[in-house]
């Protein structure tokens, strides 16, 4: 799915003819609105007089309603209160008296973008169609940014594309575009407030995600899934059984014969006789750190290099496998963790939430860590503002990673550019880190384990969302149930002492699927550790990504010493988090091998006819 949304101007419509599409949706006008390429059975269009909506995703929405609800709009604010009861992660339009109100998904699954052309503002629902009207060029300083690791860089960076004058919407908030062409953003989206028990955030919980899932079996055909062997991917695989989806799933055996994923897997496809399972092999060639971008990838990642690139042959391979049992949608639980798990930042957010209860939770987190007595009162009586921390992780770039019983309670992940990087790099991105502590929006939420956590879960929309994009036309598409906005409102308005309960692993998410999953499966305590994977990749692989510092486009920009990365390939260490800085320098390398660094524009060619005008 790909479109373009044009302000209801001269200039926007001429546009159109540089655009390659299948589609179009028209203002009242008669001038082009959205244009594009998306399959019909994702797009509602609903019409009240000169009035139009367009929804693009999998949803359920009563067409008769929302068409009269549309009519009694006195303003684009009042779609708030048509989006905010939307099930699933779609993207939503409304054209109103010349005017324009676009927005994605509230953790970017679907996301908007926008660039400048011709003097009007123009917005997409991704980066290349914008690439191609504007020729943007790359941004090396961007770019060197997603050389830090874990992870890439922090919010509000995080989903920000390497090229010049394309810009991400801010997470939670809608664009207008006015009939000149000017666009101004609104924030509409924020978490409700933490009040809900256990129980009520789980009938909750299981409220939204019988809906999500529901929206997306409505839309037939068969659907593959994830089964880890995790509670996340399990829970998805029993909903989407219940909703009567023709069900496939996939489950990799780990390396380390210490994983019990397998055992857990194999124990819930016995419980779901109904569905086809496949067990792929723990040493197969596609495994979790590759190569990353490769000859048959150009182009395919236009915001830019991802940190799950290593992932890539498994993904291609997984959609092979799983277009060929007739699957169309795949259901991974990206965002599970996030929802139901606990962030670094809790440890603090609990002292002060409950602060008996709390701390004794916090107390068995420091015994089970290892973390000082003096280390953690430390870090939980810090009163930093989330400005005051992104600039310190700032200053940290280029430090040495902190030990591994060191709390760290803060508002941002402290990543850190690699020791290969260079001193002009590491002075980049301290300058661009800088810039977004005292001139970005801020943090996502007021407490730290709630923007923590819907920090991730943009991360976790990002990756879905390039996934799909590197897909492409393979016929299938990634989806993360867990991502819908309902799921996550319902989840994170849930009190913290509640989706944390001491002694439980993922309260919440148990509680919520009790009765659909089996007791035992639920009664799981552990999750599963793949590190292996990524030490038998590197050395798997390794000949091709030294290859990569042979003539290395990164040394080329002045971003990394090619000799120090060699080195570093050839002796990673012995620790897991030794290959998180490999693993994104890889991705930034291998991408810029194969993306161009602009897009020429197509010359101006027939355009489809308006469907609705």
Request: proline letters at 7%.
């Amino acid at each position: 799915m790909e479109f373009v949304v044009l302000p209801d101007c001269p200039a926007g419509a001429a546009a159109v003819g540089r655009l390659r599409a299948t589609r179009r949706v028209d203002h009242a006008s008669g001038r082009p609105w959205i244009v594009g390429d998306w399959p019909e059975a994702e797009a509602v269009v609903v019409q009240a007089g000169p009035r139009r909506m367009v929804v693009l995703g999998h949803t359920r929405l009563d067409e008769t309603a929302a068409a009269a609800a549309l009519g009694r709009l006195r303003s684009l604010h009042d779609v708030d209160s048509l989006a905010s009861r939307l099930p699933g992660a779609v993207h939503l339009a409304v054209s109103l008296d010349g005017r324009t109100r676009v927005q994605g998904s509230a953790v970017g699954v679907r996301q908007i973008f926008t660039a400048v052309v011709d003097g009007v503002t123009v917005a997409a629902s991704g980066v290349e169609p914008l690439l191609r009207l504007t020729g943007a060029g790359l941004d090396e300083t961007v770019l060197a940014a997603r050389l830090l690791a874990p992870g890439g860089p922090p919010w509000p960076l995080a989903q920000r594309p390497v090229r010049r004058g394309v810009e991400a919407l801010t997470t939670g908030h809608w664009l207008e575009l006015d009939t000149d062409g000017r666009a101004r953003k609104t924030r509409w989206w924020e978490l409700p407030e933490p009040s809900l028990t256990l129980a009520q955030g789980a009938a909750a919980v299981r409220s939204a995600l019988d809906d999500a899932i529901t929206s997306r079996v409505a839309a037939g055909g068969t659907l593959s899934a994830d089964l880890s062997g995790g509670l996340d991917s399990t829970s998805l695989c029993f909903l989407a059984h219940a909703a009567g989806a023709d069900l496939v799933t996939y489950h990799v055996m780990p390396i380390d014969s210490a994983n019990a994923d397998t055992m857990w897997a194999h124990r819930a496809a016995e419980c779901l006789p109904a569905a086809r399972h496949h067990t792929l092999s723990a040493d197969r060639a596609e495994n979790l750190f590759d190569v990353g971008y490769t000859a048959d990838l150009v182009g395919a990642a236009p915001e830019g290099p991802s940190t799950w690139a290593s992932g890539l042959a498994h993904i291609q391979d997984l959609a092979k496998r799983a277009t060929a049992e007739g699957a169309t949608l795949h259901l991974t639980g990206f965002g599970g963790d996030e929802l139901f798990g606990r962030m670094p930042a809790c440890a603090w957010s609990l002292a002060r939430a409950t602060p008996v209860d709390g701390l004794r939770l916090v107390n068995r987190y420091r015994l089970a860590n290892r973390w000082p007595w003096r280390a953690t009162v430390r870090s939980l009586l810090d009163r930093s503002t989330f400005t005051q921390n992104l600039g310190r992780v700032a200053a940290r770039i280029d430090a040495p990673p902190p030990p591994v019983d060191e709390p760290d309670f803060g508002w941002v992940f402290a990543p850190r550019m690699p020791a290969w990087a260079t001193p002009d790099a590491v002075a980049a991105v301290r300058a661009l880190l800088t810039d977004a502590a005292t001139e970005g929006p801020g943090p996502l939420d007021a407490d730290r384990a709630r923007h923590q956590a819907l920090a991730s879960l943009v991360f976790e929309g990002t990756t879905v969302r390039q996934v799909n994009t590197a897909l492409g036309d393979t016929g299938i598409t990634w989806d993360a149930p867990f991502l819908d906005d309902r799921v996550v409102e319902a989840a994170l308005a849930t009190r913290i002492d509640q989706r944390l309960l001491g002694g439980r692993f993922k309260p919440l998410l148990t509680s919520a699927a009790r009765g659909l999953v089996p007791a035992d499966i639920l009664g799981r305590r552990d999750k599963g550790e793949f590190s292996a994977e990524a030490f038998r990749g590197l050395a798997r692989n390794r000949a091709r990504i030294l290859e990569l510092c042979e003539d290395s486009q990164l040394a080329r920009l002045g971003l990394i010493d090619p000799a120090a990365f060699r080195s570093a390939v050839l002796n990673p260490g012995p620790m897991s988090h030794h290959l998180q800085p490999i693993d994104t320098t890889v991705a930034c390398e291998s991408w810029l091998r194969t993306h161009p660094e602009t897009y020429p524009m197509p010359p101006a060619r027939n355009t489809p006819t308006g469907e609705h005008r």
